[in-house]
């Protein structure tokens, strides 16, 4: 599977919430910087975070661009969420994917919120 096809395959699994397909991309010493937010390490750690008890459901993820150079492969696009405590949200994502050995070894996530749709 090609680094995009791994990056497409993370992505759906986020859109599902089905934690097995996410994880058979990551290697077992994962590194997941939320830039501003927390820094996961590990599978377990990572896990956790899939489905996070601050938010309901599963995501809606919308990659709008993709660009890969050697190990890394750069995602942007929209999505939108809901928290337990605030409803309903927006959000523009860059996630920055680096691979070691065939698998995502580091995610780098930098989230900026949107203005909710009128």
Do not use: C
């Amino acid at each position: 599977m090609s680094q995009r096809d791994l990056v497409k395959e993370y992505f759906e699994g986020f859109r599902t919430s089905d934690h097995q397909r996410i994880l058979a991309t990551l290697t077992d010493d994962v590194e997941w910087v939320i830039h501003g937010h927390r820094t996961t390490r590990g599978k377990a750690e990572f896990d956790g975070e899939i489905e996070n008890p601050a938010f309901t459901g599963s995501p809606r993820l919308d990659v709008l661009r993709t660009h890969e150079d050697g190990p890394v492969v750069v995602t942007t696009g929209e999505g939108r969420g809901e928290s337990v405590a605030h409803g309903p949200f927006r959000f523009a994502f860059n996630d920055l994917f680096t691979f070691r050995d065939g698998l995502i070894a580091r995610v780098d996530s930098y989230v900026v919120p949107l203005p909710a749709l009128g």
